[in-house]
């Protein structure tokens, strides 16, 4: 399965952003999805999971302003960004993993930059 993250730029603060993950290759199943972010000097942090019915969690900084969600018709997870705060600012990237308990990624996509500036 190979996982391609688009829809990163540049946003002004309080403005939105819609990313998209896309899975391609022997999608057989549908397993749980996150996505992650790695600002500059910070280690990579896991942002929000949706799992194989849906359910979400979210790391406690963009709660209320974040959206995970998945199409799985088209095995996309979509990440909805608003009121975004310069401190969003990183590389995103999508993982499918496992979930037991906690979210383990086991695979990743090629990074998308949000930069969020005035």
């Known amino acids: 399965v190979q996982l391609q993250a688009s829809g990163g730029g540049l946003a002004q603060p309080g403005g939105s952003l819609r990313l998209s993950c896309v899975a391609s290759?022997?999608?057989?199943?549908?397993?749980?999805m996150g996505w992650h972010r790695q600002a500059p000097g910070k280690e990579r942090e896991l942002v929000a999971v949706?799992?194989?019915?849906?359910?979400?969690k979210y790391e406690d900084s963009v709660k209320g302003r974040f959206t995970i969600s998945r199409d799985n018709a088209r095995n996309t997870v979509y990440l909805q960004m608003n009121n975004l705060k310069l401190e969003d600012t990183a590389v995103y990237y999508c993982?499918?993993?496992?979930?037991?308990?906690?979210?383990?990624?086991?695979?990743w996509g090629l990074g998308t930059q949000v930069t969020v500036s005035s």
């Open positions: 949706i799992s194989s019915n849906g359910g979400t």
């Open positions: 993982s499918s993993g496992i979930a037991t308990g906690t979210y383990v990624p086991l695979q």
């Open positions: 290759g022997s999608v057989h199943s549908i397993p749980p």
